[in-house]
């Protein structure tokens, strides 16, 4: 499973894309929707979306075409930094951040990393 933070603000316009436009998009570019939610970022509201595929060049295309410098997203089953931001202009908002990063519920991933930290491994 992974789960992508997409803003409906589209670059440094006032215009926004609406969740249907997002939908699409996604749909277009051969990723299923697993669950979708909108919160509010501390800058925009943002789709925060739940996905079984990955295929980051899909991710890439996606972000170029809904207008967005790069979609953050975040592998939970991957080791180690399992979170990347994708799109043309990734690079100038530095690293992955989860302090950021809404999950589904609406809750940021720095809260919820330490409660994964602490949670014992099955043997």
Request: with cysteine.
């Amino acid at each position: 499973m992974h789960i992508m933070n997409i803003g409906l603000a589209i670059g440094s316009t006032s215009a926004f894309l609406t969740v249907s436009q997002v939908v699409q998009a996604v749909e277009r570019a051969g990723l299923r929707i697993a669950q979708i939610n909108v919160h509010e970022s501390d800058t925009e509201p943002t789709i925060v979306l739940r996905t079984p595929d990955w295929d980051s060049h899909a991710v890439a295309t996606l972000s170029t075409v809904l207008g967005q410098d790069c979609i953050a997203v975040w592998h939970p089953l991957r080791e180690g930094q399992p979170g990347e931001l994708i799109g043309p202009k990734a690079d100038e908002w530095g690293p992955f951040n989860p302090e950021f990063f809404l999950l589904p519920e609406g809750g940021r991933l720095a809260d919820f990393l330490p409660l994964i930290a602490d949670e014992p491994v099955a043997a």
